[in-house]
């Protein structure tokens, strides 16, 4: 029998499974090294340990997304090896900040099944929940995904439909313990703007564009310990070209999204996300932002802005998201709705 | 007089001559990420803190190769610049784990010296030895290079060829003090099989392919401090290709082999290694092990299996290691052997 | 109003001007292993906790263009976000050591302007300090930009042009604290030259040669939060290709004078650079140094000597700085002037 992981087929699946993913990762400063290296992030918090403590953050967290690449990437051996297509997430909350030593692990449950139409895939909707080394939740997300059948002949499961929110509600934002907003230094963090300067239905090119590279997508990916085979091998495509790691293009957007929004730097929760066409090596990614909502929280200081967070191959400096016809505008990569806390 | 290191040439060595190697490199958590981000690693005790404490390993080692890499990388300015060929290399034992903030030096002797019949190159033979902080032996291995000759006309050395061994002996392994794999967690490392599951003579196709880039390799052999010029200049080759580290397709087909022998997580031994082919940018990389021999040890839980790791350039579903004139099939590039350690 | 930084244009600034440079960075140990991947250096105080503190220095230092890239990338967004070109920077000293854990930021004064006789772009004059989280300065450095007016008609302001020393005075080298080269290592750093082995006039040939990759130099960019774009995006220039950023044809340039200068470990100051072509992925990158001084210091078995490093763009053994134009030679990329301590 081989011993090589075939991954899990739709018939695999059911509802109320659990899977406990592998391998437990350890967050280190090299981590944050590496993230620094690979995107153009300058958020203060995770790039100064003074800057972190004067918010309440001590030790100084790495980036949120970090752990969410992380965490997903865990999923990926059991959960979509034989993806067809990833198809979305929804409810992602970040509980608490990762530190250096910190140690992720995830596990998932199955929340849903619907074979498709044509007996030979299917949907599988999982809820994945990343815990630390002191059984803390630091993240937890819904996700669902189009996977191929082994056999066509298996029978069809029973069709479960997850009821999932179109956002995660204001209210259940989780701020991470301690942290306060009212003494923020605006000079050292880069920009002025502050939540009250920021208005729903307002949008912000981001200006700056980064053209990818297979090295780094690569790099990027291998990180996350994230084992789909396109994004790494020149012969697990037709066209022979790697696909970039959608989380990829997500960090990217995020980090390009610093000018302008320098202030929101912690993530609360991510709504959405669609990939709206694949990246490649030598494409130019941009990215604008456009504010959904805005709500108070308790916390001493802080607010949270609901962002529409678009990564765009090619600068559109109209910030179109879609065509008349409904479909994403051309040149639209990302689509991705997201909480993010910013000084009041 | 020149300040730059031209290198060793056949007549500067002698049988017995002691080199110590430049430069001592301390191994950090920033080396432990970059070995991440550069390999597809993602065996669970260099990964997980937590995993490694579970087994009596705290704090958490990294990678074998680490310490391998950076041993080796200091031996090439004195023993190997003006190689004309690394010809092998046996006996290499792991003493004992690496963790960040041990600093490794390496010493060479002589221990092997034959001039060639052309009179213009000599095989030197060298056993080297890396010790950390504490002195104690971390690896040592020998290793046979030939050399080019500085002057023709020198006089041959008396010719001492060593003994060496095709394979460290099941009984000579030294097992990390402190390893106990009684309670291994065989969800969180990944996959199911332990040392009664595999078989003397059992082929395992790794499955997963990376092709390289030149960026990734070149990052990688400067990681080790690694100087040979043809890895970094296109102008130091006829054909303006940079060859790629041997080291760096080791690495490569080591964490391919996750996929397979995910619980074989820490090596005791490579027994043998042949670079059976150069590999550029481009190539796409498998592997394939096949189990030579087994072995029990005196650590509570711990086998030891001795494997032929295969790195092939293209996939080879057949597993051929040699043609019928008993050469390296045409796609292989690496026939390395190892012992590893793996739960019992 | 757009929420993104324009950048300062030539009428924003005004002599005494002090601009506090957003974000504050701390140095970790990922960012030593970043460096010793994107470059080749070797020398022994960064590279081993042992060898530091064996001369005085524990915790072990990040080799000192760490602090510099860092310090120096800070300011690009106010200085020289509109910049037409980088003039030249003088009086750039080192002050300690930067070690992981320390976190850094900038602060500039406006020193100098004159506006140009087209009236569409001036130069601006600005002295910039770096500090750490005791306040303690760091590195400090002179650096003149020519830099676009917005408005063509703005008024000229007075012209003010500080006068900046050819280089910095031996006697104002500040020799971090505890540092003792007495019983300095010979043999672990890597060569045998000490102070009175160099004499001035003397070249050397630092043999080596790397070609640069795109992921490289912008990996490297991006770790010090360098901002340009046209280091990362192929649509920011005509010719679509991403320039390198001149500090990495700095650091490139003084890890390869490693072979050669392994002693001169340590930088002490900065005295001028200028990057006489442009650089881009593809070009293969050689060094060559020239001794043109040299001074004892107070700090036992310390001296320095001032170096000329210069990069090139192919290999030229002549070293030939300049053509009978006065012009510098075709392939010289960079001529920097610096001082280094070396032992006695």
């Known amino acids: 029998m081989a011993k090589t992981n075939p991954g899990n087929f739709f018939e695999d699946f059911s509802v109320g499974q659990?899977?406990?993913h592998a391998t437990p990762r350890t967050i280190t400063e090299g981590d944050r090294a590496a993230y620094g290296a690979l995107y153009p992030t300058r958020f203060a918090i995770p790039s100064s340990a003074v800057?972190?403590?004067?918010?309440?953050?001590d030790p100084a967290p790495v980036e949120d997304l970090v752990a969410f690449h992380v965490a997903f990437g865990k999923t990926v051996p059991d959960v979509s090896l034989n993806a067809v297509a990833n198809l979305g997430y929804a409810e992602c909350r970040f509980h608490r900040p990762v530190v250096p030593g910190d140690t992720l692990r995830t596990r998932s449950e199955v929340i849903g099944l619907k074979q498709n139409s044509n007996g030979r895939t299917g949907v599988v909707w999982v809820r994945s929940t990343a815990t630390n080394q002191r059984d803390e939740v630091v993240l937890d997300w819904a996700r669902w995904v189009m996977v191929h059948k082994r056999d066509h002949d298996a029978p069809a499961p029973e069709t479960v439909v997850p009821q999932l929110a179109d956002a995660v509600a204001a209210q259940d934002l989780v701020v991470p313990a301690g942290l306060d907003l009212t003494a923020y230094d605006f000079a050292a963090a880069g920009e002025p703007h502050r939540f009250d300067d920021y208005e729903v239905g307002e949008r912000i090119d981001h200006v700056d564009g980064v053209t990818i590279t297979d090295a780094e997508h690569m790099l990027a990916t291998r990180l996350w310990q994230n084992t789909a085979k396109v994004h790494f091998s020149t012969e697990a495509r037709p066209d022979s070209r790697r696909l970039v790691y959608g989380g990829h293009v997500i960090s990217l957007a995020r980090a390009l999204s610093f000018?302008?929004?320098?202030?929101?730097?912690l993530l609360a929760a991510i709504n959405a996300g669609a990939h709206a066409a694949p990246a490649y090596a030598g494409d130019t990614v941009y990215a604008w932002s456009e504010v959904l909502d805005k709500a108070e929280t308790s916390a001493p200081g802080v607010g949270a802005l609901r962002l529409r967070l678009v990564a765009t191959k090619g600068r559109d400096e109209s910030m179109t998201l879609r065509g008349e016809d409904g479909k994403y505008a051309p040149g639209v990569l990302l689509d991705l709705d997201l909480w993010a806390y910013v000084p009041r």
Request: aromatic share 6%; no cysteine; charged share 5%.
């Open 51 to 57: 800057f972190a403590a004067s918010v309440g953050l």
């Open 259 to 265: 000018n302008g929004l320098a202030n929101a730097q």
């Open 18 to 20: 659990v899977l406990e």
